[in-house]
């Protein structure tokens, strides 16, 4: 059983609501930034450690439908900070907006009680968003993974449509 199915630790999960909403207002805020300054690496990394609290905090109550878009979020962010292409950039701010959206909309149904979270929420113009945007980056290597261990390393086009595949968008 995981703290979402357990009545005990109702509160737990609702703090957990609580200090992800304003994780969430953080991410919204460096969005706004990166809408003013899309190649600025500083903000990008920001947005990577916001979003991977969100899921590391996730995994631990066991919102596994948050982790995996999270993790899709993340694969995102480390792309787009690999990018100079201004516009691509604009484009990638705006589908990270309706990233937020998401992850508010997620939240609330699990401030609700909803095991779910993605119950009720249409999200084919996002998924199509998504893949439109896996086909950008299916060439993009992390090169903040290759600095560290001399090697190349990119998240392939397969495994970001895995991350998609695994939302059932």
């Known amino acids: 059983m995981n703290l979402l199915d357990d009545p ?45 609290g969100i899921r590391g905090s996730a995994k631990s109550i066991g919102a596994l439908e ?3 878009l999270c ?3 993340k694969a995102i962010g ?8 201004a516009p691509l950039l604009n484009v990638v701010v705006a589908i990270l ?4 959206d998401l992850l508010n909309n997620m939240i609330s ?12 929420t249409d999200t084919d113009a996002y998924a199509n968003r ?8 299916k060439d993009i290597e992390q ?8 090697k190349k390393v990119s998240i392939s086009k397969n495994s970001f449509d895995n991350l998609i595949a695994n939302l059932n968008l």
């Not at 907006?97 to 937020?100: L, M, Y």
């Not at 998504?130 to 980056?137: D, P, R, T, Y």
């Open 8 to 52: 005990s630790m109702k509160e737990i999960v609702l703090d957990f609501c609580r200090e992800k909403a304003a994780a969430l207002k953080q991410m919204a805020e460096v969005l706004e930034q990166l809408e003013k300054d899309p190649i600025n690496a500083k903000e990008w990394a920001q947005f990577a450690q916001l979003i991977d």
């Open 109 to 120: 149904n699990l401030q609700e009680g909803h095991s779910h979270i993605l119950a009720d």
């Open 97 to 100: 907006f309706d990233t937020v």
């Open 78 to 85: 480390q792309k787009s900070s690999q990018i100079s292409d």
């Open 143 to 150: 090169s903040s993974v290759a600095a560290k261990t001399g």
């Open 66 to 68: 948050l982790v995996q």
């Open 130 to 137: 998504l893949k439109w945007l896996s086909s950008k980056f």
């Open 71 to 73: 993790e899709l979020t």
